[in-house]
C-alpha cells in the first residue's frame, strides 16, 4: 500500500490570497489525484496530475483558479488561488492502488488539508 | 455523466445490522466500491463489486445488481466506530472514480 503525506493539514486564510498544497508518496505513480470535499458534502474531482504533462480538470475546475504542479512520479501540488470563503474545503489527494483490467477501483488517499477563508 | 444517489443520514442502534443503498446512472459501468470516511480522516476503501451479487467481508458485506443499476453496502454487528460516513464510488475512464452524494451513518446505543 502507498502512504501518503499532505502539507499543510490544515490553515486559515485571508480572501484573495493563494495556497499551495503539497502531496508526496512513498512510492512511483502514473497518476495522482486532487479532490475537493466541502463540508458535510462528497468528494469532487478537481483534476488528475500527469508527470511530464499538463494536468487534466473536470468540468467547473480551470487551470488559472487550480494550479498543479508534478515535478517527478512522487510529488505534487495544488494552489488554491486567489481565494474566497467559498474555496473552504478540505482539499485530498489520492493515488490509484488497484485495478480491474484498465479501471481502477480503489485509490489510497492522503488525509487532507482543511482550508478556511475568512 | 454520473450520478450516484445515496440517502443523506442513517441512524442505527449498537448491534443491528444496517443497509446504506446507492442507486447510480453512469455512462459505461464497470463495477462499485464503497468508502468509509471518519470525521476528520480519509476516505478509505472497504469493497469492489465488480459482478452481480453478494461480496463479503468479515462484518461488511457488499450487494451489486446491474440490472437494477442498483447496489448496497450491510454493516453486522454495528459498533459504535462504525459512526462515520460511506461513499459509493464507480470506476471510469482516466483511472478516475466518481463519488456518490454520501451517507451519514450514527451508531446510538
Known amino acids: 500500500s502507498a502512504v501518503i503525506s499532505q502539507k499543510p493539514s490544515r490553515d486559515i486564510c485571508q480572501r484573495g490570497t493563494s495556497l499551495t498544497i503539497q502531496c508526496q508518496v512513498d512510492?512511483?505513480?502514473?497518476?495522482m489525484f486532487w479532490y475537493r470535499q466541502q463540508p458535510g458534502q462528497s468528494l469532487t474531482l478537481i483534476a488528475t496530475a500527469n508527470q511530464g504533462s499538463e494536468a487534466t480538470y473536470e468540468s467547473g475546475f480551470v487551470i488559472d483558479k487550480f494550479p498543479i504542479s508534478r515535478p517527478n512520479l512522487t510529488f505534487s501540488t495544488l494552489t488554491v488561488s486567489n481565494m474566497s470563503p467559498e474555496d473552504s474545503s478540505i482539499y485530498l489527494c489520492s493515488v490509484s492502488a488497484r485495478f480491474s483490467g484498465e479501471r481502477s477501483y480503489e485509490q489510497y488517499f492522503g488525509p487532507g488539508t482543511r482550508l478556511t477563508v475568512t | 455523466g454520473q450520478s450516484l444517489e445515496q440517502p443523506s443520514e442513517v441512524t442505527a442502534v449498537e448491534g443491528a445490522i444496517v443497509q446504506i443503498n446507492c442507486t447510480y446512472q453512469t455512462s459505461g459501468f464497470y463495477g462499485l466500491s464503497w468508502y468509509q470516511q471518519h470525521d476528520g480522516g480519509a476516505p478509505t476503501f472497504l469493497s469492489y463489486n465488480a459482478l452481480d451479487g453478494l461480496e463479503e467481508t468479515g462484518r461488511f458485506s457488499s450487494f451489486l445488481s446491474r440490472s437494477d443499476s442498483y447496489g448496497y453496502l450491510l454493516l453486522q454487528e454495528l459498533q459504535m466506530k462504525d459512526s462515520a460516513s460511506y461513499f459509493c464510488a464507480v470506476p471510469g475512464g482516466g483511472n478516475k472514480l466518481t463519488f456518490g452524494t454520501g451517507t451519514q451513518l450514527k451508531v446510538e446505543l
Open positions: 512510492s512511483q505513480v502514473t497518476m
